[in-house]
């Protein structure tokens, strides 16, 4: 019973405690990795735009005509 009273202390000072920039953590290479998978999205993502818009002019100048 004393063991549980002090798990259950010791946990809420722990939890309770100073909070810290994720940067500063055993996490922050992992968050790192997710910044620079990020960058590559949203360059992969640019890319893709460019390509429609490309795709989207090409159609239209090669379109025959209708009357």
Do not use: H, Y
């Amino acid at each position: 019973m004393r063991m549980t009273i002090v798990l259950i202390a010791v946990t809420m000072i722990v939890g309770c405690g100073e909070k810290k920039e994720v940067k500063d953590t055993v996490f922050a290479p992992q968050f790192k990795a997710m910044e620079k998978a990020r960058a590559v999205e949203a360059t992969l993502k640019q890319g893709a735009e460019k390509n429609q818009q490309i795709l989207e002019s090409s159609d239209k100048s090669s379109a025959p005509e209708q009357k």
